[in-house]
């Protein structure tokens, strides 16, 4: 089924999460130990996120070598995994950055053979690499030229003649960000890049993670002015550690209220997990009544909050 359609039929709000692949060169094991203990609470579709190539300088004998290499580059076999051993609609990201169009193409029909729905379209991070482009090819530079390749092909219309073409029918998701992305002026500038995404094709938006709803309630009122009508859910991530205190700003770009910040920081390591556990459920509760459609669990690597938490929300 696609995203649209489980938020649709669904009798309460929905409960999904957003995994990451193992790293190069690992095994499934831990991987597959994380899926067992999320499909408990009945997620009815699954994020894998996706990573493109990265620069990286390695320090040799003759000197400074660039190099590039890929960290996680899974995506494509956990969905099939999740969606046809688990039987939970697998959600891949699919990127701008790293990947030329006839690359996303490529994937996009790949997903299309396992009988994969959903996609979330999304620029992705910049991996201060960038692949010459042979002749004739071509990038997408931003989400929205993303979403459009992909509504091209909902259409049934290839960068190139395919023997048996015919058009796929993906439910596209997209980004929303509650404090603004980074690099926008405004707020209001990037619920305007939103209503276009959601003109170009986008069915649903997943917002960044934030940690004080007002963000989130502020960012849906001026997207529902701005005329965007489609599903708008909030993402929602657990500190389980005093590091993220500055990792997850730097990384994300989204503020920290004083209140978390400071009981963390006053806190014995080992009691850090328990207050992101109680303060995302607090966060929880609140959107829940105010008739969310799901809530989306930045989940990553680890479960074990997820399993704290989900049990204080009365959904089960």
Avoid at 171 to 176: F, I, L
Wanted: hydrophobic share 40%; net charge negative; aromatic share 8%.
């Amino acid at each position: 089924m696609k995203v649209t359609e489980h938020l649709a039929e669904a009798s309460q709000p929905l409960i999904s999460f957003e995994i990451i692949p193992p790293l190069r060169g690992g095994d499934i094991k831990s991987l597959l130990n994380l899926i067992d203990d999320l499909v408990k609470h009945r997620p009815p579709f699954i994020d894998i996120t996706s990573h493109a190539a990265e620069v990286v300088y390695d320090e040799t004998t003759e000197g400074i070598r660039r190099r590039t290499k890929r960290k996680r580059p899974g995506t494509l076999g956990v969905c099939a995994l999740i969606q046809n051993k688990y039987d939970i609609d697998a959600v891949p990201h699919v990127l701008c950055n790293g990947f030329n169009r006839q690359e996303t193409e490529d994937f996009l029909i790949e997903l299309r053979y396992l009988g994969i729905d959903n996609v979330l379209a999304i620029r992705g991070d910049d991996p201060g690499f960038r692949k010459p482009l042979a002749p004739g090819r071509s990038a997408n530079v931003y989400a929205i030229d993303l979403i459009e390749q992909i509504a091209t092909m909902n259409r049934g219309e290839y960068l190139e003649e395919l023997l048996d073409a015919q058009p796929t029918d993906f439910c596209v998701g997209t980004s929303g960000y509650p404090e603004k992305h980074f690099e926008a002026p405004n707020l209001a500038h990037d619920v305007r890049w939103a209503q276009r995404k959601v003109e170009a094709g986008a069915e649903y938006i997943v917002t960044q993670m934030f940690f004080d709803n007002a963000h989130y309630f502020r960012y849906l009122e001026m997207c529902r002015k701005a005329g965007i009508e489609v599903p708008i859910i909030p993402g929602l991530k657990v500190l389980r550690y005093k590091r993220q205190l500055k990792s997850i700003p730097r990384t994300f770009h989204c503020d920290i209220p004083t209140a978390l910040s400071d009981e963390i920081e006053r806190a014995k390591p080992e009691d850090v997990e328990a207050i992101g556990v109680e303060w995302a459920a607090e966060q929880a509760r609140e959107l829940l009544a105010h008739d969310v459609p799901s809530l989306h669990f930045y989940v990553m690597q680890n479960s074990t909050a997820i399993n704290n938490l989900i049990p204080k929300l009365g959904l089960q």
